[in-house]
C-alpha cells in the first residue's frame, strides 16, 4: 500500500471505556448547571385566609313573590307577598310602579311613580324595617 506522505497516522484511543465515562459525567454535569434542568425549589404550603367575620343574620322572613294572574300577566297584574298578616305588592300603574302594604283594610303606600327595581326595593325595605 501506497501512501502519499499527507495522512497522520490514528492515534490510538487509549481507554474507550473510560472516555465514555467521562464524556457521560461531563453531559450530566452540563444538563445540570442548565437553568432548565433544574426542578423549581419547594414552596411553602400556602397559608389559609383569615376566615370572614360573618354579619349577625337577622330574622328577616323571606318574601315569596307570587303573580295574581299568572306570570303571563305579570306586567299588567303586578306581583303580591304575604307578610306579618298583610299583603305587600307591587302593581303597575300607568307604565310606572307603586309598591303597598294592605294589614287590615289599611293600605300603606310605600313607594309610588317609580321603576319595578325601585318598589321591589321599597318592599324589601318596608320588610327589613318592620323585622328589626
Known amino acids: ?7 497522520t497516522p490514528a492515534a490510538p484511543v ?14 450530566a454535569a452540563s444538563k445540570a448547571a442548565h437553568p432548565a434542568g433544574k426542578q423549581a425549589p ?7 385566609a383569615p376566615a370572614k367575620k360573618q354579619a349577625a343574620k337577622t330574622d328577616t322572613p323571606k318574601l315569596r ?8 300577566e305579570r306586567a299588567t297584574t303586578g306581583q303580591t307577598a304575604s307578610f306579618d298578616g298583610g299583603e305587600l305588592a307591587r302593581k303597575p300603574v300607568d307604565g310606572k310602579w307603586k309598591a303597598t302594604f294592605t294589614k287590615g283594610g289599611t ?6 311613580g317609580v321603576g319595578a327595581a325601585k318598589a321591589y326595593t321599597a318592599c324589601v325595605g318596608y320588610v327589613k324595617g318592620q323585622a328589626a
Open 42 to 48: 419547594a414552596k411553602a404550603p400556602a397559608k389559609k
Open 65 to 72: 313573590w307570587q303573580f295574581p294572574g299568572g306570570f303571563a
Open 1 to 7: 500500500m501506497t501512501t502519499s506522505g499527507n495522512e
Open 14 to 27: 487509549a481507554n474507550l471505556r473510560q472516555t465514555r465515562k467521562e464524556m457521560t459525567a461531563a453531559k
Open 107 to 112: 293600605e300603606t303606600v310605600l313607594a309610588e
